[in-house]
């Protein structure tokens, strides 16, 4: 598969403008020809500049159907990123469209491979970090172009219960979907960090310039949300995230 049938979508808002930057960035090293969908937050939106930025970029960027703040949780927004995940995905059924948080890089499309080859047998693709699986890690997975639709369809008429608590993480409420939508061959959970160089959350250190970027260079998907550990006000700490995103693109 080219990069056309791969389309990378961005749910994110003002305060993660600058790691959203770097987040494009990888992308676009990676894959040049791939679409590239941002929604942001209608009441938190990004700064006029960026967005004028982007859009010159060929970047699709609109607002959201609705507020979402920095995550997309319970039903509600459930929905609305279905919705947003099946327009922003490929026209033909067996590309793929990626969800890619603001805060996460790609650096290798390798954990596609299964996906790349004209008789891809998976419907889904993602990081699973525990055993037996888990649901899929929130940062970046992947689905086939046709799923949002099938998944938002379970949604308006569960084949069974579908319990949504109004704060469940985006990420369980898509993984219960697709158990109730996709046979369980259908999707692929990949092992992650130290089992294998697919995907890995950053562990920041006490000195930001310190040479652990380098460790990271053989991960394909490196997430910079664990920011528990860092010092400062949020807006300093998602400061300290993007500038450790460059640090790591530019090793």
């Known amino acids: 598969m080219s990069s056309p049938l791969l389309s990378f979508v961005w749910f994110t808002f003002g305060g993660d403008a600058a790691c959203l930057r770097w987040s494009l960035c990888s992308v676009r090293a990676i894959a040049p020809g791939a679409a590239r969908h941002v929604f942001f937050d209608p009441d938190q939106p990004l700064p006029p500049d960026l967005i004028w930025e982007l859009s010159q970029e060929g970047v699709h960027i609109r607002p959201s159907a609705g507020p979402h703040g920095r995550n997309l949780n319970g039903q509600e927004h459930l929905e609305r990123q279905l919705d947003a995940l099946a327009a922003a995905a490929p026209p033909d059924n067996t590309g793929m469209v990626v969800k890619i948080d603001s805060d996460t890089v790609v650096q290798s499309l390798d954990w596609l491979a299964p996906a790349l080859i004209p008789e891809n047998p998976f419907s889904a693709i993602g990081f ?54 996709l046979q369980p061959l259908e999707i692929l959970r990949l092992p992650t960090w130290p089992k294998r160089a697919f995907f890995a959350g950053y562990q920041y250190p006490d000195d930001a310039d310190a040479p652990l970027q380098g460790l990271y260079r053989a991960i394909s998907v490196v997430t910079f949300g664990n920011r528990s550990l860092i010092p400062g006000t949020e807006p300093e700490k998602r400061a300290a995230a993007a500038r450790a995103m460059e640090l790591l693109l530019d090793a």
């Open 128 to 181: 699973s970090a525990t055993h037996p699986p888990q649901p899929l890690c929130g940062p970046c997975y992947a689905l086939r172009a046709d799923v949002p639709r099938r998944l938002r369809h379970t949604l308006a008429a569960p084949p069974q219960p579908l319990a949504f608590l109004p704060g469940l993480p985006e990420d369980h409420c898509v993984s219960t979907l697709l158990d109730a939508t």
